[in-house]
Nanobody, 121 residues
C-alpha cells in the first residue's frame, strides 16, 4: 500500500507565504511524478504544479513566479509566496507511483487527503 500525507496548510493574510509538504510512504518501487492540485468550492480540481521525474516542471499560469515546487526523494513541497485570496482552496498532493505486485510493476495515481489553504484579504 502507498500513502500520501500532507501538511502545511492554514490561514494566512494576502501577501503572505505558506509551505506545503507531502510525504509518500509504503511499498514504493519508483515515483514517476509528483505534483499539487487545488480544488476551490464548487469548482473542479485543477493542476497547480507538477514535477515529472526527468522532465520539466509545470506550473499553472496563475501561480507562475509565486509558487515553487520541489522534491526531496519521496517528499514534494510547494512553497507559496505572495498569496492572494483567489488561492484559497483545498490543496491535494498527487503522485504517480510504481509498485511491485507478483513480479509485475503496476503504476497508479495516488492522492493525499487534502489540506486547506485560506488567504484573507
Amino acid at each position: 500500500q502507498v500513502h500520501l500525507v500532507e501538511s502545511g496548510g492554514g490561514l494566512v493574510q494576502a501577501g503572505g507565504s505558506l509551505r506545503l509538504s507531502c510525504a509518500a510512504s509504503g511499498s514504493i518501487f519508483s515515483i514517476n511524478a509528483m505534483g499539487w492540485y487545488l480544488q476551490a468550492p464548487g469548482k473542479q480540481r485543477e493542476l497547480v504544479a507538477a514535477m515529472p521525474s526527468g522532465g520539466s516542471t509545470i506550473y499553472a499560469d496563475s501561480v507562475k513566479g509565486r509558487f515553487t515546487i520541489s522534491r526531496d526523494e519521496s517528499t514534494v513541497y510547494l512553497q507559496m509566496n505572495s498569496l492572494k485570496p483567489e488561492d484559497t482552496a483545498v490543496y491535494y498532493c498527487n503522485a504517480r507511483i510504481a509498485t511491485k505486485q507478483a513480479m509485475r510493476v503496476i503504476i497508479n495515481d495516488y492522492w493525499g487527503q487534502g489540506t486547506q489553504v485560506t488567504v484573507s484579504s
